[in-house]
């Protein structure tokens, strides 16, 4: 979670008046659309800090659709996107089983866009997809302008995005849209762009893809049906009035829902700031972790509410039951972020000696562990094993870096890790020399959160 650290205030004063060097994972061209969005008179749709794929969420508003395109059947980069960035660790393998093929190709411009496949729960949208430039792909192409219809009817969805580059002029990805907005009150959603348009189980979309988040422009329309038919008869319901006052003002839990995809908490609480909000920790019954991928909220000024949807890892087959616990970023505490000689912001850390011939641990206090338990030193590559405990397999599984004397970095960020059950992972970054000296840090979680562990609670799987 420490990448989401970027997003909110960090962002918002630099992202029109510098250019960020964010991780590679995070080198979004974020312009206009985080300063845009408060400005809503009466009601602001917001994006809150995701954790898929240490990847950037941001919300757009579209609206216009385009026509509809005369498209190539193209011949994908990879036979399924969706399993090439699932192999990567990058997003879950519920994508690959639930997805369903399109390949629809346009140009314009020099780049090809190729929509691949499609996955949805009717909460997400996920759709994977190629972008092939003429030109070097520098930064990840994101869609950030995109309009929207359904059944011919405009519409706006909150959005965000993660992938790969496969070569210097191909890159794959998948951006997925918050498609649902039912946990809004119905006098809400007539602010949202094209006003309270009802998403039936099967809907034809119309995509229209004007610009990339790596500035590329151009005109690449798509058609396309969408059907909730394969996981129809798999998605669970859970009103609940759960109260978390103490936390935040008049914070409620209203529902939580399980689909074959995701698992969806929503909340109400008094109107504030992204700030303001909580977060949730999820571990089930057998002590496994259920990472956030995201989330988005909706204030309303006329009602002085605000409200919030967390999209987390769907639970297991053999899940039984599933706890929240509840936290708070530590207010101010961002505020004391440096920049780096290469620009990037570091919060407080702690950091202690690799050992590269035994174990290492990094304490993050009563929240937990990070044990490295062996380096392995090859040719090519060098593995860092590494398990951790307590809250950090839910908390911040992929918070390490390792650094070496001259200040070079290696993230060990979910795309460089593999997850072997058990709390137990396995890193492969560059090859580290045996005749040098490493740190090994993590952002200070102890510092950043709040955990409320007296507010936990706990929703069986019926």
Not at 223 to 229: E, G, H, P, Q, R
Request: proline share 3%.
């Amino acid at each position: 979670m420490n990448n989401d650290l970027l997003i909110d205030d960090i962002l918002k004063e630099k992202a029109n008046g510098e250019a960020l060097k964010l991780p590679e994972d995070l080198n979004l061209k974020i312009k206009q659309t985080i300063e845009d969005l408060p400005k809503r008179k009466k009601n602001r749709r917001l994006a809150k800090r995701t954790a898929v794929a240490a990847a950037v969420t941001l919300v757009a508003f579209t609206g216009l659709s385009a026509a509809f395109p005369a498209y190539a059947r193209n011949i994908p980069v990879v036979n399924s996107v969706f399993q090439f960035l699932s192999d990567k660790n990058i997003i879950d393998k519920e994508y690959v089983k639930y997805s369903s093929d399109l390949n629809l190709s346009k140009t314009s411009n020099g780049t090809t866009v190729t929509i691949n496949s499609i996955a949805y729960d009717g909460i997400d949208l996920s759709i994977a997809y190629t972008v092939e430039s003429e030109k070097e792909i520098k930064n990840s192409p994101h869609m950030l302008d995109k309009e929207f219809k359904i059944n011919g009817k405009v519409t706006s969805f909150s959005s965000g995005g993660t992938g790969k580059l496969i070569n210097k002029n191909t890159y794959v990805g998948v951006d997925s849209f918050n498609v649902s907005n039912d946990y809004l009150p119905k006098e809400q959603r007539k602010y949202i762009l094209g006003g309270d348009v009802v998403i039936p189980d099967n809907f034809t979309m119309d995509l229209n893809i004007k610009g990339f988040s790596d500035g590329s422009k151009g005109q690449w329309e798509f058609k396309f049906k969408v059907s909730l038919d394969q996981i129809k008869g798999k998605v669970k319901s859970m009103k609940t009035s759960i109260d978390l006052s103490k936390l935040v003002p008049n914070l409620k839990i209203n529902e939580v829902i399980f689909t074959p995809m995701n698992t969806v908490l929503r909340t109400e609480s008094d109107n504030g700031t992204v700030d303001d909000s909580a977060r949730y920790i999820i571990f089930d019954d057998k002590g496994r972790s259920l990472l956030e991928k995201g989330a988005e909220a909706f204030g309303s000024a006329d009602t002085n509410k605000m409200y919030w949807q967390y999209n987390f890892k769907n639970i297991y087959d053999d899940t039984k039951s599933i706890t929240f616990i509840p936290m708070k970023e530590n207010r101010g505490y961002k505020d004391k972020a440096t920049k780096d000689a290469d620009g990037v912001y570091e919060l407080d850390s702690k950091s202690t000696l690799l050992n590269l011939n035994g174990t290492t641990v990094v304490s993050e206090g009563k929240y937990g562990e990070y044990k490295i338990n062996k380096v392995e030193l090859l040719q090519d590559k060098t593995l860092i094993y590494y398990g951790c405990t307590n809250l950090l397999p839910s908390l911040d599984p992929y918070g390490l870096v390792i650094k070496d004397e001259n200040g070079n970095r290696y993230g060990l960020q979910k795309d460089v890790v593999k997850d072997q059950g058990h709390n137990k992972f396995v890193a492969e970054i560059e090859p580290l020399h045996k005749d040098k000296k490493y740190t090994i840090s993590a952002t200070d979680l102890e510092k950043l959160y709040d955990v409320r562990e007296d507010l936990k609670f706990t929703v069986d799987v019926k």
